[in-house]
Nanobody
Framework: VQLQASGGGLVQAGASLTLSCAASGGLFRSYTVGWFRQTPGNEREFVACFSWDGKAKLANSVKGRFTISRDSAKNTVYLQMNSLKPEDTAVYSC??????????????????WGQGTQVTVSS
């Protein structure tokens, strides 16, 4: 499966953005799809994921502000980001995994990383 992330941009604090992770060459219903973010000099940080059977997990830092959803017909997973903060600034990337649910926050279990999309939140 090949993934393409899109939807990033430059926004002010408090604004909203919706990121999309579109798949080709495979079906999301076979995988858990995860969103990670990375800033220069740092490792990727787990943000959210959506499982093949409809479960969602969000990082504590984004709970209450971000939601993740899937449109199976479009083979796309969305990350709705509200009340954005400057600390949300990063390159956001999506990937897939088949790892057990208890380890879905671990980057090493993901593959098929798509090219990321830059999110910049100004104060």
């Amino acid at each position: 499966v090949q993934l393409q992330a899109s939807g990033g941009g430059l926004v002010q604090a408090g604004a909203s953005l919706t990121l999309s992770c579109a798949a080709s060459g495979g079906l999301f219903r076979s995988y858990t799809v995860g969103w990670f973010r990375q800033t220069p000099g740092n490792e990727r940080e787990f943000v959210a994921c959506f499982s093949w059977d409809g479960k969602a997990k969000l990082a504590n830092s984004v709970k209450g502000r971000f939601t993740i959803s899937r449109d199976s017909a479009k083979n796309t997973v969305y990350l709705q980001m509200n009340s954005l903060k400057p600390e949300d600034t990063a390159v956001y990337s999506c990937a897939v995994t088949t790892v057990v649910w208890g380890r879905v926050t671990e980057e090493d279990f993901y593959r098929s990383w798509g090219q990321g999309t830059q999110v910049t939140v100004s104060s």
